[in-house]
């Protein structure tokens, strides 16, 4: 199957590049949790769910490290995958979704995922008070 979406992490040479042959499972989110504010660095991830199976490392699969978070708001662990070279966190499997076989992509390591606008917002009572919802996403 072909590639429908590339990605890749931030390093310039010798980095992570991934193909993902499938359609997004669910509708693109933002999560304002802790962990992924945090993660982040701002004020929230922007994420949609792909099978794992649609998701092929072309490179630099050895620079992918897993990190597992014990404390999160549902109580199950979550791992996060990201570039140990550069660090950028690529996508995440809450248990939920690992036994789906489903994983969290982050749209900004997407080429042109910038641009995939949420249409839910998780954790809202966590958003930053200055901010405001995205014009016509669901509010969980």
């Not at 998780?122 to 669901?138: E, N």
Request: proline fraction near 5%.
């Amino acid at each position: 199957m072909s590639a429908k979406y590339t990605g890749k992490c931030l390093c310039e040479e010798g980095g992570i590049r991934f193909t993902i042959s499938a359609e997004p499972i669910d509708p693109v989110c933002t999560c304002y949790c802790g962990h992924c504010s945090k993660g982040a660095g701002g004020l929230g991830q922007v994420m949609v769910a792909f099978p794992e199976e649609s998701i092929e490392i072309e490179s630099g699969k050895e620079l992918i490290t897993t990190f597992t978070f014990k404390n999160t708001d549902s109580g199950k662990p979550k791992d996060k995958m990201f570039c140990k070279s550069c660090g950028v966190t690529l996508w995440t499997a809450p248990e939920h979704w690992k036994q789906l076989k489903q994983l969290l992509v982050r749209t900004p390591v997407l080429d042109g995922g910038i641009d995939w606008k949420p249409t839910v917002e998780l954790s809202t009572s966590k958003r930053a008070k200055w901010t405001s919802s995205v014009a016509g996403a669901a509010q969980q």
